[in-house]
């Protein structure tokens, strides 16, 4: 098991990180998410080992991380970590890249390991080539090659796919996630997007100014978002006052709704203005005329032209479950 308590960590005088204390299980995936410069970085970077940080504790099982101040070199050998710059060899093949990170002690496996990685990667045919004349997705893929050269126990991943086109990223990040899954290897990914975190982490912790303000399942935070900032790091959010969604509602509070949840009505409910209708593939967005001060967006699966009028519905449960959720928060 993992175990972090930082109390307070600051490159200058301004705190970056503060009162950040969680458990991780032998074997399960946490994402990290937040906006950009929230200190999910730095927070991969205090567990791996390349910062120092007082009066705080990373431990993993009964071994205690021990930090730059005692290590010559940075990191521990159960652990890993994938930087956002990928501290390859430049002038070396891919193969030669990942030989580098396998044990000198295993010499006579190394290119039964080597095959394997590349075809994890899917860079078998990269193998001689130099990384200087790779696209930085393929460096990206031979980054995350070397981090699994020799197995971690724990695996720190910022941002692993960030350079991967969509073409490739989709079939990496299934294949890769289902390997560390089967191999059981410990997973911390700091990334914005949520095809890396919803599928596929048990957790998810959000960052915001370098406070953890929220952790929990994934799936629940998704589905019961405390507020709006966490709501907006899975995708397009509405905030909605209740008594625009039900007239008789007494409370003077807004809901958190997603754009799939409002069903589409001719008839009856919040009458809306279609004012543009934006192209997603599987459906389009639309963005309503501002009701109340307030713009909406929701799904629909047939084009809507702007100045079409029909009418939103959302169920009662749930705006109950975000109400609960959202607890005293406005
Ligand atoms: N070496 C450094 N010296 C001083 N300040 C730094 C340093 N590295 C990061 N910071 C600051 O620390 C804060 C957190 O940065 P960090 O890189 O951890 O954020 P992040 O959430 O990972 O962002 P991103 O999503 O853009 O990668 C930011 O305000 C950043 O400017």
Not at 45 to 59: A, D, M, P, R
Not at 76 to 88: G, P
Not at 96 to 105: D, G, K, M, P, Y
Not at 180 to 190: F, N, S, V, Y
Request: aromatic share 10%.
């Amino acid at each position: 098991m993992l175990n972090v308590q930082i109390s307070s960590f600051s490159y200058q005088k301004k705190p970056i990180l503060e009162d950040i204390n969680f458990q991780l299980d032998k074997g399960q995936h946490l994402a990290l998410m937040g906006e950009s410069g929230s200190g999910k970085s730095t927070l991969l970077k205090i567990i791996y080992g390349i910062l120092h940080v007082e009066n705080s504790s990373i431990q993993w099982g009964d071994k205690v991380a021990l930090g730059p101040n005692y290590n010559l070199v940075p990191g521990e050998s159960y652990m890993k970590y994938l930087s956002q710059d990928f501290d390859l060899m430049p002038y070396t093949t891919v193969s030669e890249n990942i030989a580098q990170h396998l044990s000198v002690f295993e010499q006579e496996s190394h290119a039964e390991r080597i095959q394997e990685l590349l075809n994890l990667i899917e860079l078998e045919a990269f193998a001689n080539v130099k990384v200087k004349n790779l696209s930085g997705g393929q460096q990206q893929r031979v980054a995350l090659a070397r981090v699994l050269a020799q197995e971690p126990e724990l695996l720190l991943l910022d941002e692993p796919f960030g350079h991967i086109d969509n073409f490739k990223r989709n079939t990496l990040r299934t294949k890769l996630f289902s390997y560390l899954r089967q191999k059981e290897i410990t997973i911390i990914t700091a990334s914005h997007d949520t095809d890396d975190v919803l599928p596929y982490a048990d957790h998810t912790m959000v960052l915001q100014n370098g406070s953890a303000i929220a952790l929990d399942k994934t799936k629940t935070l998704y589905q019961n978002p405390p507020n709006y900032y966490v709501a907006s790091l899975f995708g397009r959010v509405n905030e909605v006052p209740i008594r625009l969604l039900k007239s008789y509602a007494e409370i003077d509070r807004s809901v958190l709704i997603y754009p799939h949840e409002f069903q589409i009505s001719n008839k009856s409910g919040l009458e809306v203005t279609v004012n543009k209708a934006y192209f997603k593939g599987s459906h389009y967005l639309v963005e309503c005329k501002k009701i109340e001060g307030t713009v909406l967006f929701f799904n629909a699966t047939k084009k809507l032209k702007a100045g079409d009028t029909v009418f939103l519905n959302i169920s009662l449960e749930t705006i109950n479950n975000r109400l609960q959720a959202m607890g005293g928060s406005e």
